[in-house]
């Protein structure tokens, strides 16, 4: 089973996001959820030896926002190779443009659909980009 | 043809007076001749007209030359007063000389007479034209300190090397200093520390030519710094040589103020956008997606009031997340980051034709476009210009015939005219100016959010251009749009490349 944190303090998205990764049953997948930018990196620098397989980042957050986690998970030797989607409210092209005007990248980027059924599809997306990015589908 | 000559003779006798005049007619002068006998038509005749000379006879028992000159001289008049008598002597001539006749001939010296009164109406013509040249100095330097005076710039003049000459009151005022103490020994006095640069080596050369005016800061006598254009012009002579610097500056402080602001305003606006765009979308989408998760609830116990008024309230939620992204597209365009950018209009509108594909077809509709141009704008903005009046055309479309949408552009002198003309419901001539209006729908049974006008407006208006509608109810639309026209590059003027 893959371990899946979610820096997400928005409770609706939070669950849709739960209902999401549900949809694809032959991908089981645990869902951890911190609700800020700093609880977020205290659980990363206090996972090991075990780390989360991707991480969900949310820019909005409370604290430090997401920006500023991509940054110190960049910057952190342990946490550097992390997978990391980046899952916003704003339109795609203004979620790249924020974070790279932090001049960190993401490994992907998402828009939080408006329409749930297009939101429900996040799970099969998340699970193609992870396997992509970590080499799964090779195998 | 004849020189007129107008002559006042003051003298008893008509016989003579006959003989002065005759010298006059030989030598081919069109003559006007009147004799005064004494001092009071000797004074009607000057008062009455203008002369050319007056030749006074002094042998008048009565009334004499030197009578004669005084009273002349009362008039103020610039002309020769030549005294000619039979007999004169030295003395008196010289005397009559120092009094202010121009000149004595004597009678039986006739043959003398036509040539001093030419010499002297020769030296009243120079000394006539040398005062007037000097009124025109003296007036257009009168001229001169009077603009300069009343002007609201400051304005001073220094010599060729830099020394005061002038400043005038509004330049005294402002650096509180005397007009012989401006400019000042140092520049940095004056000027802001940070403008020294642009103002170009001020001390070094402080007179360096800026005819098209840099914008620096200059120190008010409180202390103050004002931001003003500074311009500095040669007078050269006809050699070329410097004789004077004429300064100005003028105060464009409110201006810049204003510019600042604007900057901060649209800085702002840029902010609330985003906000808009973001920090309300995402309580919306939840709202949306709660309404969605609560109606798959209902339908599993299907409550049909329940599910209607659910529906309402994701349309809502629907048409509200439109808007509050057409409010993000419109806030976002800038033509600022637009160097260099070039749309090309067949390109264009090929990709328009593409997207809006089924939307035409469905409304079987007949879209045509001639010519369009490449024009120096984003192609992103050109698209949403097109496709934005394009897919206006196809909403309002009128049921009762089939749709003709006709797209061209016109090259005018200094600019390309776009328009795209339909044969849809048209609309109000009132409202023409209306339409642009961010959020307003003229027709409220249509499906829309009132965004995509508004988009085009600021699309053109970004690039400087102006959008305009003309139409009448049931008669169909034309939008007219301008945009720049593309300067030529190398390439279009042929030049191979190496």
């Known amino acids: ?139 | 043809m004849k020189s007129p000559l107008r002559v006042l003779n003051i003298e008893d006798s008509i016989r003579d007076s006959e003989l002065l005049r005759r010298p006059f007619e030989a030598a081919g002068y069109d003559i006007v001749w009147e004799r005064a006998e004494n001092a009071e038509e000797f004074r009607q005749a000057l008062a009455r007209e203008s002369w050319d000379v007056v030749l006074a006879d002094n042998n008048m028992p009565q009334f004499d030359a030197a009578a004669a000159l005084r009273i002349f001289q009362q008039q103020a008049l610039d002309i020769p007063f030549i005294v000619v008598s039979g007999a004169i002597g030295e003395d008196l001539g010289i005397s009559m000389m120092r009094a202010g006749a121009h000149d004595y001939v004597l009678k039986h010296q006739a043959r003398r007479l036509v040539p001093a009164v030419e010499r002297e109406l020769r030296e009243t013509q120079v000394r006539r034209e040398r005062r007037a040249a000097l009124d025109r100095l003296r007036e257009s330097e009168q001229r001169f300190r009077q603009l300069a005076e009343v002007t609201p710039h400051l304005v001073w003049q220094t010599g060729a090397e830099g020394q005061p000459e002038y400043a005038n009151s509004r330049c005294r005022e402002y650096f509180g200093r005397e007009a012989a103490d401006f400019p000042p020994e140092q520049w940095k006095d004056v000027i802001h520390p940070e403008d020294l640069a642009a103002a170009g080596a001020v001390n070094s050369d402080p007179d360096r030519p800026r005819p098209q005016g840099v914008e620096i800061r200059l120190r008010r006598h409180d202390g103050t710094y004002h931001w003003f254009i500074q311009r500095s012009v040669a007078v050269r002579d006809p050699d070329g040589r410097i004789q004077h610097w004429v300064h100005t500056a003028t105060d464009i402080d409110n201006l810049k103020q204003h510019a600042e602001a604007l900057v901060r305003t649209n800085a702002q606006l840029q902010q609330f956008a985003y906000a808009a765009a973001h920090d309300l979308l995402e309580p919306l989408r939840n709202v949306s997606t709660s309404l969605r998760l609560l109606e798959r609830l209902y339908q599993q116990h299907p409550d049909k009031e329940a599910l209607e008024l659910i529906a309402e309230a994701t349309g809502d939620a629907h048409r509200l997340h439109r808007m509050l992204s057409g409010l993000y597209e419109i806030t976002k365009i800038d033509a600022a980051d637009s160097a260099g950018a070039v749309a090309d209009g067949a390109q264009v509108m090929r990709q328009v034709l593409a997207n809006l594909r089924t939307a035409i077809a469905e409304s079987n509709a007949e879209v045509t476009a001639a010519m369009l141009p490449s024009v120096p704008i984003r192609e992103v903005h050109l698209l949403q210009l097109l496709q934005n009046l394009v897919a206006n055309s196809l909403k309002f479309r009128d049921p009762a015939r089939p749709l003709r949408v006709r797209l061209s552009a016109e090259r005018q002198s200094r600019h390309w005219l776009f328009s795209v003309a339909d044969n849809g419901i048209g609309f109000e001539p009132s409202q023409s100016q209306r339409l642009f209006d961010l959020f307003r729908r003229l027709h409220q049974d249509q499906e829309g959010t009132g965004v995509g006008l508004a988009l085009c407006a600021r699309i053109v208006s970004s690039y400087g251009g102006r959008i305009w509608a003309e139409g009448r109810p049931g008669e169909g639309a034309t939008f007219f749009f301008t945009l720049p026209i593309r300067e030529a590059t190398e390439k279009d003027r042929g030049v191979p490349h190496s």
Not at chain 1, 10 to 33: G, H, S
Not at chain 1, 55 to 60: A, E, S, T
């Open chain 1, 1 to 139: 089973m893959i371990q899946i944190l979610a820096a997400e303090d928005n409770r609706t998205d939070v669950r849709l996001l739960r209902m999401a990764l549900d949809k694809e049953q032959d991908w089981p997948a645990e869902l951890i959820v911190t609700e800020d930018g700093d609880k977020t990196l205290d659980y990363l620098r206090g996972a090991r030896p075990r780390l989360p397989d991707l991480l969900i980042l949310d820019l909005n957050l409370p604290r430090r926002d997401g920006v500023e986690v991509l940054q110190a998970v960049r910057a952190t030797l342990a946490l550097c190779a992390l997978p990391v989607i980046v899952l916003s409210s704003s339109p795609l092209e203004a979620i790249e443009t924020r974070v790279r005007k932090g001049n960190v990248a993401a490994d992907a980027y998402f828009s939080k659909p408006f329409d749930l059924d297009e939101f429900l599809d996040l799970g099969r997306q998340i699970r193609r980009c992870y396997e992509v990015l970590s080499g799964a589908a090779a195998r």
